[in-house]
């Protein structure tokens, strides 16, 4: 599929995105002042967002689109386990805890043979306890528009690595007991596993789309593989605190503006 915006579209909805994001606000699809239809669109959308924020680009989510294609988005602000850490909170956000993976070697494009799950583990070095905030600028999120929600950078507000966990975690079918806490109330206390039972699997079907960036997947990257509980609706600012396992512990605040 070949790219449909104007360069002058691209950079007017980055710019709305960025204002949104910036601001707390959000807009229905219809008002945003260019959708994009393809996801090449989408993506070079994402690109100038992604500088108008300093994101960084050694941390990334992975994710497949309603129609089947593997799709990535930088996570920005990305936190690595300091020991205070505070993310704004907005109206309307989400968290999903999540296992993220480090990679220790390159998984370059490949166009004369594919990556099989043993190739995408041996590239692996370290996975953690992670959690997302996602938010979006749009309002309907991508129930409207993929491409616009994918340009948002699939409604990513932050991320915050954790602890340590045991490579075993990567395995298909693990079921761990995950237990949630917001303000001390319980959010979700049962066993956390990947939607689609193997937490690789979206970042295997990334690794093989022949169209991703050449800079994604280098040695040193930081990737999450997807929710371990669903999407946890957060209704106010205060303490997050997660349990995975018997000794995973990772806790941080969602305050009412960044400071």
């Known amino acids: 599929m070949t790219s449909m915006l104007a360069t002058p579209d691209v950079i007017a909805l980055a710019q709305q995105l960025y204002s949104l994001r910036h601001d707390g606000s959000q807009v229905l699809t219809v008002k945003l002042v260019a959708v994009p239809v393809a996801l090449e669109d989408a993506i070079d959308v994402q690109s100038q967002l992604t500088k108008l924020e300093g994101a960084d680009v050694n941390a990334w989510?992975?994710?497949?689109?309603?129609?089947?294609?593997?799709?990535?988005?930088?996570?920005?602000?990305?936190?690595?386990?300091?020991?205070?850490?505070?993310?704004?909170?907005?109206?309307?956000?989400?968290?999903?805890?999540?296992?993220?993976?480090?990679l220790c070697q390159d998984l370059p494009v490949r166009t004369d043979r594919t990556y099989e799950r043993a190739d995408i583990e041996a590239a692996?070095?370290?996975?953690?306890?992670?959690?997302?905030?996602?938010?979006?600028?749009?309002?309907?999120?991508?129930?409207?528009?993929?491409?616009?929600?994918?340009?948002?950078?699939?409604?990513?507000?932050?991320?915050?690595?954790?602890?340590?966990?045991?490579?075993?975690?990567?395995?298909?079918?693990?079921?761990?007991?995950?237990?949630?806490?917001?303000?001390?109330?319980?959010?979700?206390?049962?066993?956390?596993?990947?939607?689609?039972?193997?937490?690789l699997t979206w970042l295997c079907d990334y690794a093989n789309n022949r169209s991703r960036a050449a800079t994604v997947l280098r040695a040193g990257s930081i990737i999450t593989t997807g929710s371990l509980c669903g999407a946890i609706e957060v209704s106010g600012p205060g303490d997050v605190s997660?349990?995975?396992?018997?000794?995973?512990?990772l806790n941080f605040e969602l305050s009412e503006a960044a400071r």
């Open 61 to 102: 989510k992975v994710a497949k689109s309603p129609g089947g294609d593997p799709v990535a988005a930088p996570l920005h602000p990305y936190v690595a386990n300091p020991p205070d850490v505070e993310i704004a909170w907005r109206r309307g956000m989400k968290i999903e805890v999540e296992i993220t993976v480090e």
């Open 124 to 199: 692996i070095s370290n996975a953690y306890l992670g959690a997302e905030m996602v938010w979006s600028g749009i309002s309907e999120g991508g129930t409207i528009s993929f491409p616009a929600f994918l340009a948002d950078r699939l409604g990513n507000m932050g991320y915050v690595r954790g602890p340590a966990l045991p490579l075993t975690v990567l395995q298909p079918g693990t079921n761990t007991p995950l237990k949630v806490r917001l303000n001390g109330r319980a959010a979700f206390d049962a066993a956390g596993h990947h939607p689609t039972k193997d937490p």
């Open 242 to 249: 997660i349990k995975f396992g018997e000794h995973a512990v």
